[in-house]
Nanobody
């Protein structure tokens, strides 16, 4: 089992920045990939960014590419999402997640509780 706790959300004005953190605990040795997702009420969960735990390869949704940066600290079992040039459409609850499958790295097994990000216009 892996437990994930997100932090760093808040209210910012358009153009501002936030850095989200996600600390993992438990059986963290099973981590293959960690990712960030976001969800707005009434909408489906949306992929934001992922990072491979070994190697650090990253991938971003087109909507955040060039503005958001995902990174990780393997020693601290923590993944970060640096969000710059925030837009009102970035408003959502942001969740971090862990995938444990080497065969299906796009499938996630553990999820955090979420942290609210609100961007005012």
């Amino acid at each position: 089992q892996v437990q994930l706790v997100e932090s760093g959300g808040g209210l910012v004005q358009a153009g501002g920045s936030l850095r989200l953190s996600c600390a993992a605990s438990g059986r963290t040795s099973s981590t293959v990939v960690m990712g960030w997702f976001r969800q707005t009420p009434g909408k489906e969960r949306e992929f934001v960014a992922t990072i491979r735990w070994s190697g650090g390869n990253t991938f971003y949704a087109d909507s955040v590419k060039g503005r958001f940066t995902i990174s990780r600290d393997n020693a601290k079992n923590t993944v970060y999402l640096q969000m710059n040039s925030l837009k009102p459409e970035d408003t959502a609850v942001y969740y971090c997640a862990v995938g444990t499958s080497y065969y299906r790295p796009n499938e996630y097994d553990y999820w955090g509780q979420g942290t609210q990000v609100t961007v005012s216009s």
